[in-house]
């Protein structure tokens, strides 16, 4: 069951740099994306979302971009700084096919190095 | 900021033993999710619950897995008879609506050790 696919399991970025995560889905169904943060030892921590009606939202340094053609999405955090080092997942839900489901990617472990 | 909250943080079993993993949701939030990660894989959801009833499980939800929201604040997962593949950080969540337009709260985990 990969319908949510990151395939980069790592990303490795200088602070101040830009950091793009990538996410790939393959259920056309699809219309609420989220990105989660996770650290070790607690659980992922809400980051930022969109719908499918728009293709970009931004909030502060971080911003989701939406190309539903490709059924692609990227998480772009710009400048990264060294607390941004944690997994990154990517989710995704479908309007009424489901109600209660969000499918995950494997998480992309990202680190930000001074 | 509310959170939810997971106990025990880690619990260690013997195959073939119950446990019972205990949630405490956010307050008013009205959707409850089981979810779990084995070491090295991917989040994978288990169960979510709304109204008091289960309203969509996974594959992995057998027999062997049970919901309950006892008395209104709690929310518990029990597994009766362990499995060693049923070793994995268990995640609770909730969501004030359904998850196609709320984000969802997920608690600190509990990790499960089946020997």
């Known amino acids: 069951d990969q319908q949510v696919k990151q395939n980069s399991p790592s990303l490795s970025v200088q602070e101040g740099r830009i950091s793009i995560l990538n996410c790939d889905y393959t259920?056309?169904?699809?219309?609420?994306f989220l990105w989660y943060k996770k650290y070790p030892a607690e659980g992922p921590t809400f980051l930022i979302s969109?719908?499918?009606?728009?293709d970009k939202n931004e909030d502060g340094r971080f911003t989701v971009f939406l190309n539903k053609s490709a059924k692609h999405l990227s998480l772009h955090i710009v400048p990264s700084q060294p607390g941004d080092s944690a997994v990154y997942f990517c989710a995704a839900s479908a309007r009424g096919s489901t109600l209660g489901r969000l499918y995950f990617g494997r998480g992309t472990q990202l680190t930000v190095w001074p | 900021e509310p959170e939810v909250t997971q106990t025990p943080s880690h619990q260690v079993t013997q195959m073939g033993q119950e446990v019972i993993l205990r949630c405490v949701p956010i307050s008013n939030h009205l959707y409850f999710y089981w979810y779990r990660q084995i070491l090295g894989q991917k989040v994978e959801f288990l169960v979510s619950?709304?109204?008091?009833?289960?309203?969509?499980k996974s594959e992995i939800f057998d027999d062997q897995f049970s919901v309950e929201r006892p008395d209104g604040s709690n929310f518990t997962l029990k597994i009766r008879s362990t499995k060693l593949e049923d070793s994995a950080m268990y995640f609770c969540?909730?969501?004030?609506?359904?998850?196609?337009?709320?984000?969802?709260?997920f608690g600190s985990g509990t990790q499960l050790s089946v020997l």
């Open positions: 619950f709304y109204n008091n009833e289960i309203s969509e």
């Open positions: 969540a909730s969501s004030q609506g359904p998850p196609w337009q709320e984000k969802l709260f």
């Open positions: 969109i719908s499918s009606i728009k």
């Open positions: 259920n056309s169904m699809f219309d609420y």
